[in-house]
């Protein structure tokens, strides 16, 4: 049985042993990755209203690809060139309403942010899309210039 069939658009894994691995892994990435995991509407405005770049990952613990872009997400996190972004994550399982707000098209998902102004989206897991979407943000920090990445 493949991993797709696990994960058919987004319903939970049948298989408990392989639910509870990811699970496990998803547990492992919450401590210490530099990733601020945000519960509410409130928060969450808040962390994008008092930073300059922002960056919401959108995902869901049962689901693989999101657990494995956030092993993506959490590896650029203590990157120099990324030190001015900020990184938050939202489990739509654990916070719905969040999810409703985002208007998100799938997860995983990744929404952009400077000045507290939504400037990107991008949903799936794409290592490379999200690699350059990252460092077009952080050039940010520098410059005056607003514009969508």
Request: a negative charge.
């Amino acid at each position: 049985m493949s991993v797709t069939e696990y994960y058919d658009h987004g319903q939970y894994a049948k298989n408990l042993n392989f639910n509870h691995l990811i699970n496990g892994m998803a547990t492992a990435l919450d401590d210490g990755t530099g990733v601020i995991q945000v519960y509410s509407k409130a928060d969450l405005d808040s962390y994008i209203a008092d930073n300059e770049l922002v960056v919401v990952m959108y995902g869901a613990r049962w689901c693989l690809k999101c657990v494995v872009g956030l092993l993506a997400y959490v590896s650029h996190t203590s990157r120099s060139i990324y030190a001015a972004l900020t990184f938050l994550k939202v489990d739509v399982t654990d916070s719905p309403p969040l999810a409703d707000q985002a208007g998100l098209y799938g997860i995983p998902s990744w929404h952009f942010y400077r000045s507290g102004k939504k400037i990107s989206e991008m949903w799936g897991h794409d290592p490379s899309t999200l690699k350059r979407k990252l460092s077009e943000l952080a050039a940010f920090q520098d410059s005056a210039e607003y514009g969508v990445i």
